[in-house]
């Protein structure tokens, strides 16, 4: 394709806090577009539904940013521990990511994620108990944030006192806008990030529990199934993404919700709703925008558009989800709505290995906060609050008012 690069203009409040007429835009001007993204990278976007979804699965399309032409995506990262920050199954195709995911996907099947509901449902009920008496919160860090850091620290075995530093650390490592990381923030966050992971994992060593940590030290010890590095890199990736994209599903789930009042209405009469409408919250508006990146591996051909070996494809799923020739009425909020097949979540092997963990505490923390928190309301103008400026879409804060209660 000859034509210029669209920009992203991150820099753009206005488009930060709604990218959606862009999107339909580039959707509307063709299944294959240059975009410069995030940090500056130039990317080619996949728009269309049907296009995304054969990409997703496409073994042309690698997950290994090794295998990108652009050298600033390896810049961005440490550079004295790119290699360990490249050995966790996001990053990672078969065989190894084959194998990396069996050792952990155990622990997040259907039938074990349903057993955590009681635990779940008593921290949701906790962290609301803090701010019902005051009839004011902030519902991301009083609620969406605390939960899932919660939930995934006690899944790990991770000492929950120390969320705030690790949460601190991938908030650097991770955080993009329209310029480029500071190398010198990214490096600073991760060896951070690294001695706080080491020390841990020599802590299970000394004195294993029953957590996922624990297993992962007995696989990599006794069991040789993957090495220092790998092990290392899996505890940052479970932690970092077993707390971010929930804390967006909450929080920017309550945010939609209260933009719609009556979807909001109907949900509070119709509790039942709250499966199809996590669904539709991930479809509408989820918590990755605009999409999920590979690597070409060889010189591909995507909806009759030819891509380069080594282009960076960011298949948009927030663009390809709002695809009207798969979604009727796709800019309607509508969560009631049938035949939900997002890509919120992937497809392929790559599908997120924590999904029903975040889809149940969406609903729990959703749904109890709906029932916990009568006259909900922004606390503050729609066009105040502030949105994440790239790659992972959600509100940096939630201002809400409600009746107090006891």
């Known amino acids: 394709m000859s034509e210029r690069p669209v920009l992203l203009p991150y820099a753009d409040p206005a488009f930060v806090a709604d990218p959606f007429p862009l999107y339909r835009q580039l959707r509307e001007d063709g299944p294959v577009r240059r975009a410069v993204i995030a940090g500056g990278l130039e990317a080619w976007l996949v728009t269309r539904y049907d296009d995304g979804l054969a990409a997703l699965s496409d073994p042309r399309l690698s997950s290994d940013v090794r295998d990108a032409s652009d050298t600033r995506l390896l ?8 290699e360990s920050m490249l050995s966790n199954m996001l990053r990672s195709d078969p065989p190894d990511h084959t194998r990396l995911r069996r050792l952990v996907s155990k622990a997040f099947t259907a039938r074990r994620v349903a057993g955590m509901r009681p635990r779940i449902q ?29 939930v995934i620290s006690e899944l790990l075995g991770v000492p929950v006192d120390d969320r705030h530093d690790f949460q601190h650390w991938t908030d650097r490592m991770i955080m993009r806008g329209a310029q480029p990381p500071d190398p010198a923030v990214v490096d600073e966050a991760w060896q951070h990030m690294r001695g ?68 909001l209405a109907l949900l509070r009469s119709a509790p039942e ?95 109890t906060a709906l029932r ?11 066009d105040e609050i502030r949105w994440r400026p790239g790659g992972l879409r959600g509100p940096e804060s939630l201002p809400v008012t409600f009746t107090p209660g006891g």
């Open 196 to 263: 706080y992971v080491t020390g841990l994992v020599q802590a299970k060593r000394a004195q294993p529990g029953d957590d996922l940590l624990s297993g992962l030290v007995t696989a990599r010890d006794e069991e040789q199934q993957l090495t220092e590095d790998e092990l290392i890199a899996m505890v940052f990736l479970l932690l970092a993404a077993g707390y971010i994209t929930t804390v967006n599903l909450i929080g920017g789930g309550i945010a939609t919700l209260l933009a719609h009042p009556d979807q």
């Open 122 to 150: 008593s921290l949701t009920d906790h962290f609301l108990d803090a701010v019902v008496p005051a009839g004011r919160a902030d519902l991301v860090a009083d609620f969406a944030l605390p939960l899932p850091v919660t």
């Open 75 to 82: 810049q961005q990262l440490p550079e004295t521990e790119r």
């Open 273 to 367: 709703l709250l499966p199809g409408a996590i669904e539709e919250f991930l479809r509408y508006d989820g918590p990755v925008s605009p999409g999920i990146a590979r690597f070409a591996r060889e010189d591909v051909e995507i909806a009759g558009v030819a891509v380069p070996r080594g282009a960076t494809v960011l298949i948009a799923s927030a663009i390809a989800d709002r695809d009207p020739a798969r979604f009727p009425d796709p800019d309607r909020l509508d969560i009631t709505r049938q035949d939900n097949a997002h890509l919120a979540f992937g497809h392929g092997i790559h599908y997120c290995l924590g999904a029903p963990l975040a889809r149940l505490e969406g609903q729990i923390a959703i749904g």
């Open 372 to 382: 916990r928190l009568p006259g909900l309301a922004l606390a503050v103008p729609p």
